[in-house]
């Protein structure tokens, strides 16, 4: 368990570092110009992306069990080390692109 756990009223349940981060800083502004809505969505999404919410949304949207989470988080760090030597590789040119 964290040194420091934040509850919420409207949601009472762990916040998490990124979530923390979501809430020191609750605005994501978009500027819509010449009420191109299209533009303005595409904007809107992809930093969401980057800040990871929809990822967050899709991690809370059911009860994830310790070992599952870290079974994930085991999975992801050896994905990443995977790729991050793919390319380490490749530079390399001992794999082609």
């Known amino acids: 368990m964290p040194a420091q756990v934040r509850w ?15 809430l020191e800083e609750p605005n994501l502004q978009i500027i ?11 904007a809107l ?3 969401m992306q980057r800040e990871g919410i929809f990822r967050e949304m899709k991690l809370r949207g059911h009860y994830e069990k ?6 994930r988080e ?11 030597q793919r390319k ?3 530079r390399e040119g001992l794999l082609p692109r």
């Open 8 to 22: 919420t009223a409207q949601n009472p349940s762990v916040i998490t570092r990124a979530s923390q981060k979501a």
């Open 45 to 47: 999404k992809k930093k």
């Open 66 to 71: 310790p070992s599952e989470k870290r079974a």
């Open 74 to 84: 085991r999975a992801e760090a050896i994905r990443r080390y995977r790729k991050l």
């Open 88 to 90: 380490r590789l490749q």
């Open 32 to 42: 819509v110009r010449d009420n191109n809505i299209d533009q303005a969505l595409k």
